[in-house]
């Protein structure tokens, strides 16, 4: 199945929202640029990268939500992704990049502004696993760009 980059973040100092960027060059250490301030929770080998869909945000915002782009920490913000097809193993084949998830991206209170009364747990695996983040691994290091395609199953 076909998709593509809607949008790419990075925050050199971390935190949210994050800032978009026009291209990302991901090493199997993350993204180049992005900062985690908390290193237990995010970031590392098998958090590499965060995802997200447009058309959960849509979604979102259309429940009222005054969630955008980057302001729930993804660094990939992916379009015309099934997203209740997207598990733990599924895989993104960019044209240079190759991500593997590993899991689902927990929420925590540090996105709480993108959600009316503060529901950040609205994107929990938990309670709505087709709404959810995903972290992932990366299986082959490249440099992505808004607008690129992928490929993923």
């Not at 908390?38 to 005054?66: M, W, Y």
């Not at 913000?77 to 598990?87: A, E, F, H, S, T």
Request: hydrophobic share 35%.
């Amino acid at each position: 199945m076909k998709g593509s980059i809607a949008g790419l973040f990075a925050s050199p100092n971390g935190g949210v929202p994050k800032p978009q960027v026009q291209r990302l060059q991901i090493t199997v250490d993350g993204c180049i640029g992005d900062f985690q301030r908390d290193k237990k929770h995010h970031g590392g080998t098998q958090r590499a990268v965060c995802l997200f869909s447009e058309e959960v945000i849509a979604t979102l915002q259309g429940e009222g939500h005054p969630v955008f782009p980057g302001s729930v920490g993804e660094n990939i913000l992916l379009r015309q992704v099934d997203w209740n097809l997207i598990k733990v193993g599924s895989q993104f084949h960019f044209e240079q990049l190759v991500l593997e998830v590993t899991s689902d991206a927990p929420p925590c209170k540090t996105i709480r502004d993108s959600f009316t009364d503060g529901q950040f747990k609205k994107i929990s695996a938990k309670i709505n696993p087709n709404l959810t983040r995903w972290y992932a691994k990366v299986i082959t290091e490249g440099q992505v760009t808004v607008g690129e395609n992928v490929n993923f199953n």
